[in-house]
């Protein structure tokens, strides 16, 4: 069951509509395209359980609005899909500091059939001594779908394909069970737990990128 998941990319400073974002994608796919500071990647072979899904990366006006809670640009989502504002307040720091777009630049997790965003994943920042860690997340009503496992699997691939990164790492609370199968089913190995900034205590799960 489920679908390919195909990835696009903006670099910051090209800015359209997200709603033509979609529509180039579903125009396109499968393909390969060069456009003024757009990069598409080929079709990944992730697949979930509600069609096809694409992973739509931001440019700075996007992660503006949404750093100002400003989700009417990107159209019908359900509860809890959108990053939240501290995410796109840490990517747009992270590319004034001049980390690269793909180690800070959150994608949106968008079903393509109906262009409804479902959640969102990304790298927090970029890898230090070869480790990169991910964040994730899927609107309630959209979970229990294979999503989550299609967009950490493209993450997954994308870190293998920088050739900078030796290991991926998830941090997640002990009683997020969901979350921790889907790490776990991917080939992450749960680590020790500690306690983050927030006094949060979390689960540091370990992916080692082959080489």
């Not at 910051?12 to 390969?32: A, E, I």
């Not at 900078?164 to 069970?177: K, R």
């Amino acid at each position: 069951m489920g679908s390919q998941c195909c990835f696009i990319w903006i670099r910051g400073g090209y800015r359209r509509s997200f709603g033509r974002h979609l529509h180039w994608l579903s125009t396109q796919k499968g393909g390969r395209r060069q456009v003024p500071e757009l990069d598409v990647a080929d079709v990944a072979g992730a697949r979930s359980a509600i069609g096809e899904i694409c992973l739509v990366a931001l440019d700075r006006a996007d992660l503006q609005q949404l750093a100002n809670s400003d989700y009417a640009a990107f159209g019908e989502a359900p509860e809890g899909a959108m990053p939240p504002p501290h995410v796109a307040m840490r990517a747009l720091a992270g590319l004034e500091a001049g980390t690269p777009a793909l180690w800070c630049v959150p994608f949106l997790i968008v079903q393509e059939f109906s262009r409804i965003v479902v959640g969102g994943c990304g790298f927090k920042a970029a890898p230090v001594d070869g480790s990169a860690e991910i964040g994730y997340g899927v609107a309630e009503a959209y979970r229990c779908r294979g999503i989550a496992s299609a967009a950490v699997t493209r993450l997954l691939e994308m870190a293998t394909e920088s050739g900078s990164v030796d290991e991926v790492v998830a941090t997640i609370l002990p009683g997020n069970i969901a979350s921790s199968k889907v790490v776990s089913r991917l080939g992450f190995t749960a680590g020790p737990s500690f306690v983050d900034t927030n006094g949060e205590v979390l689960v540091r799960w370990s992916y080692r990128v082959a080489t």
